[in-house]
């Protein structure tokens, strides 16, 4: 599975959209982006995952450039519900049935 | 909530007491991981199995760790003789063949001193 690179920790006002980006320069064709979010105390939670095309979902947005060497995950209107690591990992599989590489994510701190 | 749960949430334990930790799947999943994370970083796969295989072993499951799933749903994870490098959170997850994502429980928090 190609590597990631995010910023370690980022920043949100309430309300305002937060946009998380992630570098994945060494994706192969057939890699997705996933990603996840881990609340404080609590296990991993799936978000939003691509191939190529951008992609939305009740959660969020995932945008993805067109030579896929690095996206964008994006949180519309975001609370102070949302402040969690954030987690980009690139794998070769469109199933849930692989494991899962974390990096050490983006820490999003939301504020009122 | 018919989500994944382990039990216990939090162990305190004495260095080289033997512990275990339970998880229990979402009932029709047939995948089982474990993972483990420590302070600032993120989760580092264990160990998983398909119904009650273990198809994969981290190099991070040292001989003191070991994993069951007997049945194909419950899993426990023992730590014999721990060290206080053990002290971490232990996450499980389970998913099913049809879906892409994996659900994972709240984790299990040990401390070891």
């Known amino acids: 599975d190609a590597k990631t690179t995010q910023p370690p920790s980022m920043d949100c006002a309430e309300g305002r959209a937060a946009n998380l980006p992630c570098n994945h320069s060494?994706?192969?064709?057939?890699?997705?982006v996933y990603w996840y979010r881990q609340i404080h105390s609590q296990g991993p939670q799936y978000i939003i995952h691509?191939?190529?095309n951008n992609e939305t979902n009740e959660m969020a947005s995932l945008i993805i450039t067109e030579d896929r060497k690095s996206s964008t995950l994006i949180l519309p209107h975001a609370t102070l519900r949302d402040t969690a690591v954030y987690y980009c990992?690139?794998?070769?599989?469109?199933?849930?049935?692989?494991?899962?590489?974390f990096g050490k994510g983006t820490r999003l701190s939301v504020i009122a | 909530d018919t989500g994944v749960s382990q039990d216990p949430r939090h162990k305190i334990t004495k260095r080289g007491q033997n512990v275990t930790f339970r998880c229990d799947p979402i009932?029709?999943?047939?995948?089982l991981y474990w993972y483990r994370q420590t302070l600032g970083q993120g989760p580092e796969f264990l160990t998983y199995?398909?119904?009650?295989?273990?198809?994969?072993k981290s190099r991070l499951l040292s001989d003191r760790f070991s994993a069951e799933r007997p049945k194909g749903s419950f899993s426990t994870l023992e730590i014999q003789r721990t060290e206080q490098g053990d002290s971490a959170m232990y996450l499980c997850?389970?998913?099913?063949?049809?879906?892409?994502?994996?659900?994972f429980g709240p984790g299990t928090r040990l401390t070891v001193t």
């Open positions: 997850a389970s998913s099913s063949p049809l879906d892409y994502e994996q659900y």
């Open positions: 990992i690139v794998r070769a599989s469109n199933s849930g049935n692989t494991p899962l590489v």
């Open positions: 199995f398909q119904n009650e295989a273990q198809l994969e």
């Open positions: 060494t994706i192969s064709g057939n890699e997705y």
């Open positions: 009932s029709e999943h047939n995948r």
């Open positions: 691509g191939l190529k």
